[in-house]
Structure formats: structure tokens, C-alpha cells
């Protein structure tokens, strides 16, 4: 099944692949050896895009490091989804001044969704910044820190633009691909939810041609991934040419990498409810051997009148009715969910009926965040915003009706077996792993087991954490 024609074609015509980024960059010997050490915040996105830069630098000859105080180059990869990210990047630069006063080499640069959205602002207001670069500038960062050392600091650079025209290619870079990896499927979004930054932060939606997503799992699964995590701020809204006039869709994609790669295990994230059709629900029920069961579907609000001023596009019955519909196609199916609480103009009765749908759909894991007014975004400027004691009080009432709730829904696995991709072992041989269902299980194992999916039995289940033995 593995193709590795294709992927030599395609590391031929495709000047983003890899192989033509690496002798790029192999040539730039900027790094001389020097230290990088990346501060990462915020989704998977950020951490997948820290690795790539880890990856990057790794390639123009510079040295990962794990602590900043070895490093020559350090970058904040910040996230700006909610609080006052830029307040945090500030006081985080703020520490490193001591690190500065010593080696005075030391250059600092902040990337992800927070240099993307405040550009220039973040070098006049806190001079200890060198660069800033945005989210679609990563592939260039060798570039943008070589311009770096040779004003020597002199002149600070800043390359956040959009590449609007310039087609999503982004070859998976993970340095020592463990058992699971996640892989990029699209980027951006145009949902413009009334909340949220990312469509400001990550720009218009792409998604990556399908034959580049089916090859980069065939690589990954030669150099021995088990699991991929397919990845999207909304990976359901996924679509791309056929070739033949018409569309691939993300359901299409997911079948695709279920049956024409090895990978033993497939998740995706985040979905959204509204693109959330009877065709997906299709493809997972018909290779759920592969696609596991576990859906993170945010929900938001229990409210439809919330929902609509969200412009989320479903409302609360819409939302139930696909919510079963999946269960009818995926019986065993396991859900989590993020949930806003405060957002303007939520009323008690708005409040309760979140409460209401949590305990209705008996979600297993709950994400939930106070609502916190963002830049840009049509919500921030709302005028009945909601006093943050109020946003404070129905989250800590969310939290305790849930953990009531979960830790009555996870005793069904007690004395279930669970089946357990184990991705590593501890000196004391203590397994970790997860189950189909995304469950964190650990048990006593022998380091022979990682990258194995292995029967283990439940002998205790907490909401967040489960404990089992492996079953001979
Ligand atoms: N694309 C995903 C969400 C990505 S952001 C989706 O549409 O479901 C991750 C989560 O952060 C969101 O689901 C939401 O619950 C939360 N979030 C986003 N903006 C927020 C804001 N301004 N205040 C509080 N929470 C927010
Ligand atoms: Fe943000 Fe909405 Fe897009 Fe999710 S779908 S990333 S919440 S705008
Ligand atoms: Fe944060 Fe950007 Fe992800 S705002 S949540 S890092 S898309």
C-alpha cells in the first residue's frame, strides 16, 4: 500500500515538500550551533506549528534546547484565543531581560495567533523583542532570524502577512514522530463566529490537497506512527478539488486515509456541529476498525437565541438532532464538547439550558471557558456584556454539575477492556496510552508494548484518567 513513487513525485513538483524546504535551508548555516528554545501556548495547531519551527531551525543548523536559559534564540508561540495573551508575552519577555543582560546575543522573537494579531505593537511596547512573525510566515523563519543576527539586532523585523494566494502545502515536520502524531489537514477559518479571533489570527480557510494529506500518513506510518490526529480549527468544513470538477469532502478524506494508507488509528479535531453531516457519521460507522469513536463536537451554548447571536449557524434542537442521529450510526460513540458561559446578553434561563444540554447529551469531558471579548470581533463590541462575578459563578457551577455527572458516566468502563495504543513507559514500567475512546489509561508494562495496541482492563476510572492491567 505505502507509494513511495508518488511521494518522490511529489517531493519533486512540490517546492513546499520537505525534501526541497530542507536543502533550502541545510545551505543557510545560520544557526552555528546556537540554542533555540520555543515557549509554546494554545491549541494543537500551536504545538504542531512549534514543532515545525523546532524542525526548521533544526535544519539551518540550530540546537533545540529545553530550558531558555541554554538558548541563543528563544520564541514565544503565542495563543490569543482568550485573557490577555499579550499581557502574558509581555511579563514572559520581561523574565528573559537578566537572560539578555547576560548574552547579549540573545535574540527573542514572538510568533502563533498573538504575532499575527499585534505585529509591530509588541516591539513598541516591549523593546526587548527582536522579531515578530505571523502564522503563515513560519516556513520562512530561517530567513526572518538570519535578517535577524546580521542587523545584529539593529533593526527589528517583523513578517506577519497573510500568503492569501499561496496554496496550503504543509508537509507534516515532526523530528522523532512518537507513536502519535498529529497532521494538518486545513488551515484558517471563515466562520467568523462572533467570539472568536482565529479568523483573524489564522486567516482564510485552505485545505490541503487530499492526495498530500493520504501521502504524508504513508510517511509517517513508514517512519512508525500508529495513531494520526487530523487537524483543523474546523476540519468538516475540509474540502478540496477532485480533479474531476466536483469536490472532495472531509468525509471523503477520512476514507481515504482509512483505507488507502496502514495507519492503524485515525482521530480528527475540532468539528463543527453545522458541517457535521450524514455522510461523515457514514464513513466512521463503516470503518470504525480505524476511525475511533471519540468526537470532540463543541456545542458553545445550550441556547438557541445564544447560538444565533454567535452566528454559529445550528441551533440547540439542530445540535440534538445530529447528536443522535451519530449514536444511531456509531452506538458506542464517546463525546466532548467546549462550552462558552457569560457571553453577552446570557441570561440565568439562557444559563440553564447549557446546563440542561450536558446533562441531556452526558458529555464524558467538557472544555469550558468564561467568555472573554476578543479584538476585532463583532461579540466585543456588544453592549450587554456580562460582569466577570457572573461569568465566574455559572463556571464553577458548569464544573461542579459535570464532575458530579462524569464520575457516575465512567464507572460503566469499570471492569471493561479497553484497547490501549501505548505510546511510553516510565523507569518504574508504568505504561501510558489511550484507548479508542481517547481515554488516558495507565497499567504495568514492559517497554516492548509502545507503539502496540493491547487489551487492558479497567480496575479503576477517574473522569480524566484511567487505571488497568494489561490483560495476558
Ligand atoms: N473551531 C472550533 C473552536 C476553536 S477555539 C469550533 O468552532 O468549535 C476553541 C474553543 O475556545 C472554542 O470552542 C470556544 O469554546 C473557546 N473560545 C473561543 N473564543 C473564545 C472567547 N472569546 N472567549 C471564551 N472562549 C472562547
Ligand atoms: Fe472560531 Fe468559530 Fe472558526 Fe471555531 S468555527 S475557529 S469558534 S470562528
Ligand atoms: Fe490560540 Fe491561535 Fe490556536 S488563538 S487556540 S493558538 S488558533
Given at each position: 500500500m505505502q507509494n513511495n513513487t508518488e511521494n518522490n513525485i511529489l517531493a519533486a513538483v512540490d517546492p513546499t515538500s520537505i525534501e526541497s524546504i530542507k536543502s533550502d535551508y541545510n545551505s543557510l548555516d545560520i544557526g552555528l550551533g546556537r540554542g533555540v528554545y520555543v515557549s509554546t501556548y494554545g491549541c494543537q495547531m500551536n504545538v504542531n506549528d512549534t514543532e515545525r519551527m523546532y524542525s526548521l531551525l533544526e535544519m539551518a543548523h540550530f540546537n533545540p534546547v529545553q530550558t531558555p536559559e541554554e538558548a541563543d534564540l528563544i520564541i514565544i508561540n503565542a495563543c490569543s484565543i482568550r485573557e490577555k495573551p499579550v499581557h502574558k508575552v509581555y511579563s514572559e519577555v520581561g523574565r528573559y531581560k537578566k537572560l539578555k543582560d547576560k548574552n547579549p546575543n540573545l535574540k527573542i522573537g514572538v510568533g502563533g495567533c498573538v504575532g499575527q494579531q499585534e505585529k509591530e505593537k509588541l516591539i513598541k511596547q516591549q523593546p526587548l523583542i527582536d522579531f515578530v512573525f505571523g502564522t503563515d510566515n513560519i516556513d520562512n523563519l530561517p530567513n526572518l532570524v538570519s535578517q535577524v543576527y546580521e542587523t545584529k539586532g539593529k533593526e527589528k523585523i517583523i513578517n506577519a502577512k497573510f500568503e492569501h494566494r499561496a496554496p496550503y502545502h504543509v508537509e507534516t515536520l515532526v523530528r522523532n514522530p512518537g507513536v502519535s502524531t498529529f497532521v494538518n489537514i486545513a488551515k484558517g477559518?471563515?466562520?467568523?463566529?462572533?467570539?472568536?479571533?482565529v479568523p483573524y489570527t489564522r486567516g482564510r480557510e485552505k485545505s490541503r490537497p487530499l492526495s498530500h494529506v493520504v501521502m504524508d500518513v504513508r510517511t509517517l506510518v513508514q517512519r512508525g506512527v500508529k495513531e494520526v490526529t487530523l487537524l483543523g480549527q474546523n476540519v468538516n468544513s475540509y474540502h478540496t478539488d477532485n480533479g474531476a470538477g466536483g469536490e472532495y469532502d472531509f468525509a471523503d478524506l477520512l476514507k481515504k486515509v482509512a483505507t488507502d494508507t496502514d495507519i492503524e488509528r485515525i482521530r480528527y479535531t475540532t468539528s463543527h456541529p453545522k458541517d457535521f453531516n450524514e455522510k461523515l457519521m457514514h464513513v466512521m460507522a463503516d470503518h470504525q476498525d480505524k476511525i475511533c469513536e471519540y468526537v470532540h463536537l463543541p456545542f458553545q451554548s445550550g441556547s438557541s437565541s445564544i447560538l444565533e447571536k454567535m452566528n454559529r449557524g445550528y441551533t440547540r434542537e439542530i445540535y440534538l438532532e445530529k447528536i443522535a442521529l451519530m449514536k444511531k450510526y456509531i452506538p458506542n460513540l464517546v463525546l466532548s464538547t467546549d462550552i462558552i458561559v457569560g457571553f453577552p446578553g446570557e441570561t440565568e434561563a439562557d444559563f440553564q439550558q447549557t446546563l440542561d444540554l450536558v446533562k441531556e447529551v452526558q458529555f464524558e469531558t467538557i472544555f469550558a471557558f468564561m467568555y472573554s471579548p476578543r479584538p476585532f470581533t463583532k461579540a466585543a463590541q456588544f453592549t450587554d456584556q456580562i460582569p466577570e462575578y457572573v461569568k465566574n459563578q455559572r463556571l464553577n457551577h458548569l464544573f461542579e454539575v459535570h464532575e458530579k455527572m462524569a464520575f457516575e458516566l465512567v464507572k460503566k468502563y469499570q471492569d471493561q477492556t479497553l484497547q490501549v495504543l501505548v505510546e511510553s513507559i516510565n523507569e518504574q514500567g508504568k505504561a501510558q496510552g489511550r484507548s479508542t475512546q481517547n481515554k488516558l489509561v495507565y497499567f504495568m508494562g514492559t517497554k516492548e508494548l509502545i507503539g502496540k495496541t493491547v487489551p487492558v482492563r479497567i480496575t479503576q476510572a477517574f473522569p480524566s484518567v484511567f487505571r488497568g492491567e494489561l490483560c495476558q
Amino acid at each position: 500500500m505505502q507509494n513511495n513513487t508518488e511521494n518522490n513525485i511529489l517531493a519533486a513538483v512540490d517546492p513546499t515538500s520537505i525534501e526541497s524546504i530542507k536543502s533550502d535551508y541545510n545551505s543557510l548555516d545560520i544557526g552555528l550551533g546556537r540554542g533555540v528554545y520555543v515557549s509554546t501556548y494554545g491549541c494543537q495547531m500551536n504545538v504542531n506549528d512549534t514543532e515545525r519551527m523546532y524542525s526548521l531551525l533544526e535544519m539551518a543548523h540550530f540546537n533545540p534546547v529545553q530550558t531558555p536559559e541554554e538558548a541563543d534564540l528563544i520564541i514565544i508561540n503565542a495563543c490569543s484565543i482568550r485573557e490577555k495573551p499579550v499581557h502574558k508575552v509581555y511579563s514572559e519577555v520581561g523574565r528573559y531581560k537578566k537572560l539578555k543582560d547576560k548574552n547579549p546575543n540573545l535574540k527573542i522573537g514572538v510568533g502563533g495567533c498573538v504575532g499575527q494579531q499585534e505585529k509591530e505593537k509588541l516591539i513598541k511596547q516591549q523593546p526587548l523583542i527582536d522579531f515578530v512573525f505571523g502564522t503563515d510566515n513560519i516556513d520562512n523563519l530561517p530567513n526572518l532570524v538570519s535578517q535577524v543576527y546580521e542587523t545584529k539586532g539593529k533593526e527589528k523585523i517583523i513578517n506577519a502577512k497573510f500568503e492569501h494566494r499561496a496554496p496550503y502545502h504543509v508537509e507534516t515536520l515532526v523530528r522523532n514522530p512518537g507513536v502519535s502524531t498529529f497532521v494538518n489537514i486545513a488551515k484558517g477559518c471563515d466562520n467568523f463566529c462572533t467570539f472568536c479571533v482565529v479568523p483573524y489570527t489564522r486567516g482564510r480557510e485552505k485545505s490541503r490537497p487530499l492526495s498530500h494529506v493520504v501521502m504524508d500518513v504513508r510517511t509517517l506510518v513508514q517512519r512508525g506512527v500508529k495513531e494520526v490526529t487530523l487537524l483543523g480549527q474546523n476540519v468538516n468544513s475540509y474540502h478540496t478539488d477532485n480533479g474531476a470538477g466536483g469536490e472532495y469532502d472531509f468525509a471523503d478524506l477520512l476514507k481515504k486515509v482509512a483505507t488507502d494508507t496502514d495507519i492503524e488509528r485515525i482521530r480528527y479535531t475540532t468539528s463543527h456541529p453545522k458541517d457535521f453531516n450524514e455522510k461523515l457519521m457514514h464513513v466512521m460507522a463503516d470503518h470504525q476498525d480505524k476511525i475511533c469513536e471519540y468526537v470532540h463536537l463543541p456545542f458553545q451554548s445550550g441556547s438557541s437565541s445564544i447560538l444565533e447571536k454567535m452566528n454559529r449557524g445550528y441551533t440547540r434542537e439542530i445540535y440534538l438532532e445530529k447528536i443522535a442521529l451519530m449514536k444511531k450510526y456509531i452506538p458506542n460513540l464517546v463525546l466532548s464538547t467546549d462550552i462558552i458561559v457569560g457571553f453577552p446578553g446570557e441570561t440565568e434561563a439562557d444559563f440553564q439550558q447549557t446546563l440542561d444540554l450536558v446533562k441531556e447529551v452526558q458529555f464524558e469531558t467538557i472544555f469550558a471557558f468564561m467568555y472573554s471579548p476578543r479584538p476585532f470581533t463583532k461579540a466585543a463590541q456588544f453592549t450587554d456584556q456580562i460582569p466577570e462575578y457572573v461569568k465566574n459563578q455559572r463556571l464553577n457551577h458548569l464544573f461542579e454539575v459535570h464532575e458530579k455527572m462524569a464520575f457516575e458516566l465512567v464507572k460503566k468502563y469499570q471492569d471493561q477492556t479497553l484497547q490501549v495504543l501505548v505510546e511510553s513507559i516510565n523507569e518504574q514500567g508504568k505504561a501510558q496510552g489511550r484507548s479508542t475512546q481517547n481515554k488516558l489509561v495507565y497499567f504495568m508494562g514492559t517497554k516492548e508494548l509502545i507503539g502496540k495496541t493491547v487489551p487492558v482492563r479497567i480496575t479503576q476510572a477517574f473522569p480524566s484518567v484511567f487505571r488497568g492491567e494489561l490483560c495476558q
